[in-house]
């Protein structure tokens, strides 16, 4: 092996390998296991929630496939509607030509052509990843087949009268001219402004007082709304107001919706442009009046003085109309959440629009007896009580779009508005008996992504068809994903699963938390603090991260703070960690929380791991290969401590798995392998391996238990961490008999009962005790490491002195000792350095090691400095110019020091007063 670890060099040949020997591909006669991959959009990349996400379900897959099972990894693309339309329009646009210049048809070949070209993007660096999903069925939502599935699905749907048209409100992009999704719109707090204006009162004198932040909507109010309890307006309730500007007149009506904390306590009611508003207004029976046009400007139904005008035009000149008649009371500042799509950038408006709606209560009701029943599980459990808080408040779903790239609606329309729906024109023709002079028109919108998305889990594997594929591995094992899409993609598989198949998709739901920041922010485009995943796997220069940061940045705006933010945090850019350390940073920050900290330091924590792991292979290597014998075998007390150790790792591990707490399982194997194989056993074995009194058969054991444990412990790790344990195991299994072309199809290890041994774990973890003490007195007191010493054992019993006796070897070569004293009842006590293992005393006399005076004096010095370090960063951390103008990240790095020099501070005081008493 290479004296140093490195990942680039092993990870993309290891992955070609694999790929193709199909080795990805279903195999093993166990019972099925499947996971669908959630379909990421085409136009994407990976980003740091797929690098999380994806990096579970290939650990659950590979353990699966070890563990026996007939495994499938279902990949697959979106076709990501309205973000792969406006990617290839800004493409075109270059050109300085638009989608309408082409035409529908040529646009979408354009599309495809995009699709073909550059569409692969992501899928390639899911395979940088290591994600062993079987390529040969690679799936993309606008396939032949899943396309079939997505017609029948709609057509059975209608024809149940389970999807209907109709004209409701809807989140609208007037940059695109779409309805979007509510995943699609992001809401972020904003300054802005609250009105206060005046609504003439009718046959009564006086006004009425409103306050609201968009002001231009006032031309489609429909009445006031005041709360039933509030005293102020009891005698106002069903008198009516003059609406401004209009000469129109408008109802006063109650409303238990209206906060009396709120500006006036008096509410405009627009049920055409706020959803709020709209729910009220269903509420009243209240007329809906629609203001706006498609991109956004005043429409006809308002007064002429506004027609045609931008919103926030209007709004300027209504302020300045009402003001003028005298009607505006004042304007606050106001603090408010702005929605804007997430791909325009634009302020999205609720607006009144006919659309296609799958009718969802019916639906749904099956859904939550699924999960009532426990024929799906949600991990962690509390999970499911928001699920059913949505289902069970569930409205209608808006599944059109007013795009050309997409799922047309098989829906057409003859000359009188009828509606028919089928496959397409011809079978509808013939289904309804329509000659040619009866003009059909094919509606022009498409389905919103998540329809197609809600087949995905059956559509993959060949529904509507009764297929193999169908048969062995619908429904599937677990869906692993985001608490973000558990309305949006989770519930609608749910329901769409159980009304086609009959069947649930899945049973268990494993949902993660939100990769954050190390400040515990949201990473958006819109912050400029994204992490590209293979940017942390291949290292990227402080410059090129700066410029991919600002260029992603939704508001260019930004770009001189996030300049300083990423050259603060990352002075020397981002150094080159491999796939294996991202991956098991990605497992160890799996816990059951919401949100998920990413912090730098832990991925460092682990590449240096995965070095750790490489060096003790180098270690094993030198001292096995063409040294393994199959002379008779003896097994020392490390040899059989380090066996019944590995089995109890297996266990815990596999009950991790299990139990989805990569947390936990990365934790077990970090800990048996750093502090138990590496630290202990591989130090346990020097003194055998390197004496030339060793016996035979117990040299012969320690090799055998080096290299089978080590296997064993690559085996473990191989879900987690798939390069580097390949690379090991190739030299490494030869030496234990094993055959096998790939690690990836070796059996999944298991606990051996007989391997377990209480009484060699207690005599070293009795072993441990006595050389950490001697160690940890040793390092207190400055004695140099390879200073023999003497040490006295004072208060032992009899299992101590024979534990003194069988391990004199590890004893004086790993803890340095000269000599061993056992101090019978009687004897005195030496003026020593004292340590405990149990309840017996560990005692090394410090006369002729160190100066007294002199140690005095250097400790006192030291913690000297460390006070004046402390006084400095508490004045600092104390300094409000400080803290509110530095960067968090030099802040929070300012506290660690701090605590680190108050640590070290109380350790060397803790040695000074130790010396003091001798």
């Not at 409103?210 to 429909?222: F, K």
């Not at 990365?666 to 590496?678: I, P, R």
């Not at 290299?707 to 961490?721: G, N, S």
Request: aromatic residues 10%.
């Amino acid at each position: 092996m290479d004296k140093t670890y490195n990942p680039h060099d092993i990870e993309s040949h290891w992955y070609t390998t694999w790929e193709k020997s199909n080795y990805f591909a279903p195999q093993g006669s166990g019972s099925p296991y499947a996971i669908m991959i959630p379909p990421p959009n085409v136009t994407g990349s990976l980003h740091m929630g797929h690098g999380f996400q994806n990096t579970l379900m290939d650990a659950l897959v590979r353990y699966k496939r070890m563990d026996g099972h007939n495994t499938l990894w279902q990949v697959g693309t979106d076709h990501a509607g309205i973000a792969t339309q406006m990617m290839v329009e800004r493409q075109l646009a270059k050109d300085n030509v638009k989608r309408h210049d082409l035409g529908r048809d040529k646009f979408v070949e354009k599309v495809w052509d995009w699709k073909h070209q550059s569409g692969g993007r992501i899928t390639q660096q899911l395979r940088r990843l290591g994600a062993s999903v079987d390529w040969s069925r690679e799936r993309f939502t606008m396939d032949e087949g899943l396309s079939k599935a997505v017609n029948k699905t709609f057509i059975q749907l209608y024809e149940e009268g389970l999807i209907y048209r109709g004209k409701r409100l809807v989140n609208w992009d007037p940059k695109f001219h779409t309805a979007i999704s509510d995943l699609e719109v992001i809401s972020t707090e904003e300054n802005g402004k609250l009105w206060h204006i005046r609504y003439p009162l009718v046959e009564r004198e006086g006004f009425i007082e409103i306050a609201t932040t968009r002001p231009e909507t006032l031309l489609g109010d429909v009445a006031v709304a005041v709360n039933p309890k509030d005293d102020r307006y009891q005698d106002l309730i069903g008198c009516y107001a003059q609406l401004p500007l209009t000469g129109r007149t408008i109802p006063i009506i109650a409303d238990d919706y209206v906060d009396p904390e709120f500006g006036s306590g008096c509410v405009k009611i627009t049920p055409a442009h706020d959803f709020n508003d709209y729910a009220m207004g269903q509420r009243h029976k209240l007329p809906l009046l629609n203001i706006l046009t498609d991109d956004a400007c005043l429409n006809d139904d308002v007064p002429e003085a506004y027609r045609g005008m931008d919103r926030f035009v209007a709004r300027k000149q209504i302020i300045k109309d009402l003001e003028s008649q005298g009607l505006l009371v004042r304007i606050d500042d106001h603090k408010l959440m702005i929605p804007r799509g997430d791909r325009s950038g634009e302020i999205i408006e609720p607006y009144l629009t006919d659309q296609w709606y799958v009718k969802a209560q019916p639906l749904a009701e099956p859904a939550i007896a699924a999960v009532e029943k426990g024929d799906i599980r949600f991990v962690p459990a509390n999970w499911d009580k928001t699920y059913f808080q949505w289902m069970r408040n569930i409205e209608d779903w808006c599944i059109s779009r007013q795009l050309w790239w997409g799922h047309r609606i098989p829906a057409w329309y003859d000359d009188k508005g009828k509606i028919y729906v089928g496959d397409n024109e011809e079978a509808i023709r013939v289904r309804h008996n329509l000659g040619p002079e009866v003009s059909l028109v094919q509606d022009p919108d498409v389905l919103d992504t998540w329809f197609s998305s809600s087949l995905w889990p059956f559509s993959t594997l060949g529904w509507p068809e009764q297929t193999p594929e169908l048969n062995d591995f619908y429904p599937t094992s677990v869906l692993v994903t985001g608490f973000d899409i558990i309305f949006f993609w989770v519930a609608r598989m749910i329901m769409m699963g159980l009304k086609l198949t009959g069947k649930v998709p899945f049973h268990e739901v494993y949902v993660t938390g939100l990769i954050r920041d190390q400040e515990g922010q949201k990473m958006s485009k819109t912050k400029g603090n994204v992490l590209d995943p293979l940017d942390l796997i291949e290292g990227i220069e402080l410059d090129a991260l700066v410029e991919k940061r600002v260029d992603s940045l939704l508001q260019p705006k930004m770009a001189p703070k996030v300049e300083k933010q990423t050259r603060a945090q990352f002075p020397e850019g981002i150094p080159a960690f491999g796939t294996d350390a991202l991956r098991m940073t990605f497992c160890a920050l799996a816990s059951t929380g919401r949100d998920i900290r990413f912090d730098l330091g832990r991925l460092e924590g682990y590449r240096n791991f995965c070095n750790k792991l490489w060096n003790a292979s180098r270690y094993v290597l030198m001292n096995t290969e063409d040294k393994m014998t199959s002379d008779h075998k003896q097994y020392s007390l490390a040899c059989q401590w380090i066996q019944s150790r590995l089995q109890r790792t297996i266990e815990t591990l596999k009950q991790h798995l299990d139990n989805y707490r990569f947390d936990l399982a990365t934790q077990t194997l970090y800990e048996f392998t750093w502090n138990e194989y590496c630290d202990w056993y591989l130090e346990l074995t020097k003194p055998l391996l390197y004496s030339e009194t060793t016996e035979k058969a117990i040299l012969s054991g320690v090799r055998h238990t080096l290299v089978v444990v080590l296997e064993t412990l690559l085996r473990l790790m191989h879900p987690l961490m798939p390069f580097i344990t390949e690379e090991i195991w190739q030299r490494v299994a030869p030496l234990t008999g094993i055959e096998g072309d790939t690690i990836m199809l070796q059996p999944y290890p298991g606990v051996n009962t007989n391997m377990l041994d209480d009484t060699a774990e207690a005599e070293v973890t009795w072993l441990q005790q006595v050389i950490i003490g001697v160690r940890t007195i040793r390092a207190e007191m400055n004695i140099p490491p390879s200073k023999g010493l003497t040490v006295y054992f004072a208060k032992t019993n009899k299992q101590d002195e024979t534990r003194i006796n069988n391990n004199l070897q590890y004893l004086k070569q790993l803890a340095k000792i000269d000599e061993l004293h056992i101090l019978q009842p009687d004897e005195a006590t030496p003026d020593a350095a004292t340590a405990l293992a149990g309840q017996m005393e560990i005692l090394i006399p410090l006369a002729g090691f160190i100066d007294k005076d002199a140690e005095t004096e250097r400790l006192t010095k030291e913690i000297e400095k460390l006070n004046k370090e402390i006084m400095r960063a508490e004045g600092k951390l104390q300094n409000k110019k400080f803290i509110d103008n530095a960067p968090s990240a030099v802040v929070e790095k300012e506290k660690a020091r701090l605590a680190e020099t108050q640590q070290a501070q109380t350790q060397l005081q803790a040695q000074l007063e130790k010396i003091q008493k001798l």
